[in-house]
T-cell receptor
Framework: KQEVTQIPAALSVPEGENLVLNCSFTDSAIYNLQWFRQDPGKGLTSLLLIQSSQREQTSGRLNASLDKSSGRSTLYIAASQPGDSATYLCAVFVTTDSWGKFQFGAGTQVVVTP | KAGVTQTPRYLIKTRGQQVTLSCSPISGHRSVSWYQQTPGQGLQFLFE???????NKGNFPGRFSGRQFSNSRSEMNVSTLELGDSALYLCASSLVSGAGDTGELFFGEGSRLTVL
C-alpha cells in the first residue's frame, strides 16, 4: 500500500529565505507526482506536475525534483515571500485494481515572516 | 477559461438528513474525482468518474454515492448524515487523453458541510 509522507508538518522561515519541502513515498511505481498549495478554507491550487519519466519541473521561483528510485520529491521555493504562506501538499498517482487514484500526503504548513 | 465550480460552498445539515453536492469541471475535462478533507484524516479519495462511469472508489460506506452526467458535470450524495461527515468536500477534474495518462488535477474551492 502506498504511503505518502511530508516532513516537517510545519515550518516557519523569514522572508527571502529559500524553502525546501519534502515528500516521500513508499512505492516507486508511480505514474506522476503533483504539488499543490492550499490556503485556509480554500481548494487546492496546482503548482507543478512531474511525469514519472521526468526528473524535475520548474515554474518561476518553483522547482520540483523527482527521484523514483529513492521514493522522494523535493519542492524548492526560491526567495520566499509572505504570500507563500500556505499548506503545501504532494500527491502521487498510484494504480489500483481499477485504473488508479491520487494518494495525498498530510501537507507541510509554511509561514513566511516579514 | 472557467475553473472547477462547486456548489453550494457552505451548507449546514442535521444528522439523518441527506445532501447533494454539485461539481462542474473545466470545459473539456472528462474525469471528475471527489475527495473528503478533514483535519484528522487529511485528503481522502471518495470516487472518480470518467465518461459517466465510476472508475474507482475509495473506502467509504455506501452512504456516499456519486454520478456523472453526459456533460461531465458530477454530483455526490451523502445519505443519513452523521456528525463525522462534517468536512470540506473537494472536486477535481483532469484532462485524460488515454490509457496511462493521469492528467493534472485541478480543484474547485470545495463545499464546506457541517452536520449538527
Amino acid at each position: 500500500k502506498q504511503e505518502v509522507t511530508q516532513i516537517p508538518a510545519a515550518l516557519s522561515v523569514p522572508e527571502g529565505e529559500n524553502l525546501v519541502l519534502n515528500c516521500s513515498f513508499t512505492d516507486s511505481a508511480i505514474y506522476n507526482l503533483q504539488w499543490f498549495r492550499q490556503d485556509p478554507g480554500k481548494g487546492l491550487t496546482s503548482l507543478l506536475l512531474i511525469q514519472s519519466s521526468q526528473r524535475e519541473q520548474t515554474s518561476g521561483r518553483l522547482n520540483a525534483s523527482l527521484d523514483k528510485s529513492s521514493g522522494r520529491s523535493t519542492l524548492y521555493i526560491a526567495a520566499s515571500q509572505p504570500g507563500d504562506s500556505a499548506t503545501y501538499l504532494c500527491a502521487v498517482f498510484v494504480t489500483t485494481d481499477s485504473w488508479g487514484k491520487f494518494q495525498f500526503g498530510a501537507g507541510t504548513q509554511v509561514v513566511v515572516t516579514p | 477559461k472557467a475553473g472547477v465550480t462547486q456548489t453550494p460552498r457552505y451548507l449546514i445539515k442535521t444528522r439523518g438528513q441527506q445532501v447533494t453536492l454539485s461539481c462542474s469541471p473545466i470545459s473539456g475535462h472528462r474525469s471528475v474525482s471527489w475527495y473528503q478533507q478533514t483535519p484528522g484524516q487529511g485528503l481522502q479519495f471518495l470516487f472518480e468518474y470518467f465518461s459517466e462511469t465510476q472508475r474507482n472508489k475509495g473506502n467509504f460506506p455506501g452512504r456516499f454515492s456519486g454520478r456523472q452526467f453526459s456533460n461531465s458535470r458530477s454530483e455526490m450524495n451523502v445519505s443519513t448524515l452523521e456528525l463525522g461527515d462534517s468536512a470540506l468536500y473537494l472536486c477535481a477534474s483532469s484532462l485524460v487523453s488515454g490509457a496511462g495518462d493521469t492528467g493534472e488535477l485541478f480543484f474547485g474551492e470545495g463545499s464546506r458541510l457541517t452536520v449538527l
